[in-house]
């Protein structure tokens, strides 16, 4: 007996303690969608009564006090271009990059390995003013493309170096006898080593899309027009000075924005749990 108090009691203790670190946020989202759909709360938590006019910004206009925002699908669709963009963008480029440093040999390449993690390292938020000169240079303030360009330049760095630990995990043997088929080093590349690391793939792509879906302090500082928009600023906006501010339907947007993560995550679970850090499960 006293045996199986000394196995069990440190478990007891570990659950206990993620329990205690997970209640702030499990506390947190289940205000979100308690909010989202009751006019009074009880507790805290516990909705009083059922409405669904906190979601009424998916079938018409919000107005606030005297300020009219702008219709949620467009900014939607905002959003989706954006992380959309930066995802593809994101994998095409560290597939390429990552292959290039773990199977090939060229001028530089120790160094660009070495710092490409520095790169990663460099809060954003210093480059803001230096970012807004560039894109006001090239012509691209004000436009989605120039909010993925900066925000694929700041993520690529760590996206390559992830995907490069699984070349580096790919057996040379099945890659050489690739080339003794006749492949050329593209055909090896996409035919044969790709399939092999869908799980890196995976793993870069949501990434990415987190990345670019969650993206604020560039859209909200490099995007000026209503129509460029994105849901992080439309949250932003609606928020405002506090003054107005409906809580039920920034509940309601806060979970309608949730909602393509959660499925995109579901989508890419399976490929996911299959990954470890620089490899992959047998």
């Known amino acids: 007996m006293r045996q199986q108090i000394k196995v069990f009691l440190p478990r007891i203790f570990i659950y206990l303690l ?13 205000w979100l969608f308690s909010s989202s759909i009751s006019r009074e709360l009880t507790f805290g938590v516990l909705p009083r009564s059922f409405t669904l006019d906190n979601w009424r910004f998916l079938w018409s206009e919000i107005k606030i006090g005297t300020k009219v925002f702008e219709n949620i699908w467009p900014v939607t669709f905002n959003s989706i271009l954006l992380a959309g963009s930066i995802t593809v963008a994101e994998v095409i480029i560290s597939l390429l990059a990552g292959f290039a440093l773990s199977r090939m040999n060229f001028f530089g390449k120790d160094y660009i390995m070495k710092t490409a993690i520095i790169l990663h390292a460099f809060p954003g938020v210093a480059l803001l003013i230096a970012l807004f000169y560039v894109l006001n ?27 490069k630990g699984f070349f580096d995990e790919f057996p040379w043997d099945i890659e050489w006898a690739a080339y003794i088929d006749g492949c050329t080093r593209f055909q090896a590349w996409y035919r044969i080593i790709l399939p092999q690391i869908k799980p890196g793939i995976a793993a870069v792509a949501i990434f990415a899309f987190l990345a670019g879906w969650s993206e604020f302090i560039y859209s909200y500082t490099f995007l000026f027009s209503s129509e460029n928009y994105t849901l992080a600023v439309f949250l932003k906006n ?20 949730l909602i393509p993560v959660i499925v995109f995550f579901l989508i890419s679970q399976k490929s996911l749990m299959k990954m470890t850090f620089g490899g992959m499960k047998g």
């Open 238 to 257: 609606l928020i405002g000075d506090f003054r107005f501010l409906d809580y039920g339907l920034l509940a309601a947007t806060g979970l309608f924005y």
């Open 18 to 30: 993620l329990i205690f670190v997970s209640l702030p946020i499990v506390i947190a989202y289940l």
């Open 137 to 163: 240079f090239i012509g691209l303030l004000d436009k989605i493309i120039g909010v993925v360009m900066v925000k694929v330049a700041l993520e690529l760095p760590m996206a390559t170096w992830m995907i």
